[in-house]
């Protein structure tokens, strides 16, 4: 779970911001907080808002690049690839900051960097208990040391293995985190105890999935269809739920010259697949929403099309649709089932940038509330940022859920929580947004100021 989440000087984030997912003070709702984990509770959902630009979008992105550069790391010697804030010559000269409050494994975790383009100029991990912060590693270049890794000394006794993270440790790149060192060396293998650090790397590469509006999510779960029945039905029945007009799906085989693509990228595909170094055993392909699920088995492969079914007035045959031939609304439903289905598994973050994209106002409503009532016992977060504004009421989210983002004259980013506000809990506050009390929408200029548009009464 994500506690907190806290950025400095990135994009259009100048000073530093935190987005909290720690409840407030209402009591309403109680089942959207999880159970307290060594004192700390946090919210399964959470919806920003705010006009375009606002830094809605700029939020997540700082969250996956966080992700991306512990899990990938950067390339020896290359600068660190992101954008500080660039509207203040101040902020060009001034490092950046990221940092990670999670709940994993138990254990309730601080995680966080400051870099700039040339280097990671801290980085550190500590343990959040109820009685003190426990440090689990901790690195600065301003020191002499620059490493402080005894807390790790005192769980790995054998001095092979405590030499063995020395050397990592000082053979870390400037420019690359820790974390990803430890991650890439395959250290786990050669010392005692690192159970923090995997864990936290477990975090960002298992529960914390980022997901943009032209992404598609874990598509990958649909070529499990054909071998769990379970799945099969679930999938079928919140597609008759969300009232898309499908009756059921199915992976129909086809030949793999069938795909409609170049045939470099064929050979591509079967060089990746068959290659005996692959860890691969199947590879997606998604060209015009049509997806494609190809396979290796005993160094053949196989290729399967997802498909949908549709009764035909008169008959009991099926017809089978290619999902190309489904709305775009429908295709966004068949993308988010594998991820409805992963949130109620538990122990997933999904952060969602404008889900509501093609889906009707109703249906992202319901997809919401959906989650919400359905994960009594279950932990896991949906973050979304959104322009729909049919969200934002008390019936379905408390004030603690609702944020908005707000840029000033400067060009600065800031974010805020409607738990801000003296708001009742019976208030509609739709109308209240709209009107600009929260300050989250855009500022539009005097029409009549327009000089350069054709003028309608001559």
């Avoid at 538990?346 to 509501?356: A, K, R, W």
Wanted: a neutral charge.
């Amino acid at each position: 779970m994500l506690i907190r989440f806290t950025l400095e000087n990135f994009l259009s984030f100048k000073d530093r911001t935190v987005f909290s997912m720690i409840p407030g003070k209402g009591t309403l709702k109680q089942n959207h907080k999880t159970k307290s984990l060594k004192g700390i509770s946090t919210l399964k959902t959470a919806v920003i808002f705010g006009a375009n630009a606002s830094g809605k979008s700029n939020l997540i992105k700082a969250i996956e690049f966080g992700k991306a550069l512990v899990l990938r790391g950067n390339k020896s010697e290359q600068p660190i690839k992101f954008q500080s804030f660039r509207l203040n010559t101040n902020s060009l000269s001034t490092n950046s900051k990221l940092e990670y409050e999670i709940q994993h494994k138990g254990k309730n975790y601080a995680y966080g960097f400051v870099f700039n383009s040339k280097e990671i100029v801290e980085e550190w991990l500590f343990e959040i208990t109820n009685k003190a912060d426990i440090k689990i590693f901790e690195r600065n270049i301003k020191n002499k040391i620059q490493f402080d890794i005894d807390p790790l000394y005192k769980k790995n006794k054998k001095e092979e293995h405590r030499q063995f993270l020395k050397f990592i440790a000082k053979g870390t790149p400037n420019n690359q985190l820790f974390l990803t060192e430890i991650r890439t060396r395959k250290v786990k293998d050669n010392v005692t105890d690192i159970n923090d650090l995997l864990n936290v790397i477990d975090w960002f590469q298992n529960t914390l999935k980022v997901i943009f509006p032209d992404d598609k999510y874990n598509e990958g779960i649909k070529s499990e269809l054909k071998d769990d029945s379970k799945l099969q039905i679930t999938f079928e029945e919140l597609l008759k739920y969300f009232d898309t007009g499908i009756n059921g799906i199915c992976l129909e085989k086809i030949d793999f010259d069938s795909i409609d693509i170049p045939s470099r990228l064929i050979e591509k595909i079967k060089d990746d697949l068959l290659s005996s170094k692959s860890e691969n055993v199947r590879t997606l392909l998604s060209i015009n929403n049509t997806t494609y699920f190809i396979s290796k088995s005993n160094n053949d492969l196989t290729v399967h099309k997802f498909m949908t079914q549709h009764k035909v007035v008169g008959q009991t045959k099926v017809e089978l649709f290619d999902t190309s031939d489904e709305s775009d609304g429908t295709n966004r439903i068949i993308d988010f089932i594998p991820l409805i289905i992963d949130l109620l598994q538990g122990d997933n973050v999904f952060i969602i940038d404008e889900m509501e994209r093609s889906l009707h106002p109703n249906l992202i409503y319901d997809l919401l509330d959906l989650f919400l009532d359905k994960s009594d016992n279950i932990n896991s977060q949906l973050i979304l940022a959104s322009h729909e504004s049919s969200l934002l009421t008390q019936k379905l989210l408390r004030k603690d859920e609702i944020w908005f983002a707000v840029k000033d004259n400067d060009g600065v980013s800031h974010m805020h929580s409607l738990e801000e506000y003296n708001i009742r809990f019976d208030k509609e506050i739709r109308k209240d947004y709209l009107l600009g009390r929260f300050k989250a929408i855009p500022r539009l200029g005097n029409r009549n100021s327009l000089t350069v548009l054709p003028n309608q009464s001559n």
